[in-house]
């Protein structure tokens, strides 16, 4: 059992920045794949960014890419995300969440393939 608790969201102004943070309890978090995904209102939950269990390879959606880093200290057991140059469409609740990877090389985009979230956080991006 994996327990993800997000931090860091916040109103920011277009062009700012901000850190989210997910610490997972358990000690097993290094074998896990984790991922961030967002929901804003009335749309669905879509994929940001992921990072494999052993911390190689990151894979990021389209409308992220270049601005946001995933980044992972497994000392810590803990996920950030480095938001940069946010814009007005990156408002949404973010949440953090964790794939068994069972010693696995793919990391899932898919939010149906993950087995533990946070309860979210609020990231609102002021015009």
């Known amino acids: 059992q994996v327990q993800l608790v997000e931090s860091g969201g916040g109103l920011v102004q277009a062009g700012g920045s901000l850190r989210l943070s997910c610490a997972a309890s358990g000690r097993t978090f290094s074998t896990y794949n984790m991922g961030w995904f967002r929901q804003a209102p009335g749309k669905d939950r879509e994929f940001v960014a992921a990072r494999a269990w052993s911390g190689g390879s990151t894979y990021y959606a389209d409308s992220v890419k270049g601005r946001f880093t995933i980044s992972r200290d497994n000392a810590k057991n803990t996920v950030y995300l480095q938001m940069n140059s946010l814009k007005s469409e990156d408002t949404a609740v973010y949440y953090c969440?964790?794939?068994?990877?069972?010693?696995?090389?793919?990391?899932?985009?898919?939010?149906?393939?993950?087995?533990?979230w946070g309860q979210g956080t609020q990231v609102t991006v002021s015009s």
């Open positions: 969440a964790a794939h068994r990877s069972y010693g696995g090389l793919r990391v899932p985009i898919s939010d149906k393939e993950y087995d533990y």
